[in-house]
Nanobody, 115 residues
Framework: QVQLVESGGGLVQPGGSLRLSCAAS????????VGWYRQAPGKQREWVAT???????NYAAPVKGRFTISRDNAENTVYLQMNSMKPEDTAVYYC?????????WGQGTQVTVSS
């Protein structure tokens, strides 16, 4: 059974940092393209960042330069380091792993940026 479990969310002040983790079981994470997505209240889910099978990374414009996606193959975990956070980063953050014929989602972790 495949499971993706996000953690690391919470409340942070504007300008602060958080690191989200996405731990996988049942799959070898390193052969998947892994992405982070987020969904704010009343809005559609949006793409945040991706790390490919070849470790190429890509970021959505609103987070570029502030967020960093990385993976630890030994831990079978993907991270999202979030710096210089803004209130508009408030959302539930989801991890996604996909290959040519598989697509898995985690249950999400809440991130709130507020003073």
């Amino acid at each position: 059974q495949v499971q993706l479990v996000e953690s690391g969310g919470g409340l942070v002040q504007p300008g602060g940092s958080l690191r989200l983790s996405c731990a996988a079981s049942g799959i070898r994470f390193r052969i998947y393209t892994v992405g982070w997505y987020r969904q704010a209240p009343g809005k559609q889910r949006e793409w945040v960042a991706t790390i490919t099978y070849g470790d190429f990374t890509n970021y959505a414009a609103p987070v570029k330069g502030r967020f960093t996606i990385s993976r630890d193959n030994a831990e079978n975990t993907v991270y999202l380091q979030m710096n210089s956070m803004k209130p508009e980063d408030t959302a539930v953050y989801y991890c996604n792993a996909r290959s040519a014929d598989e697509d898995y989602w985690g249950q999400g972790t809440q991130v709130t940026v507020s003073s």
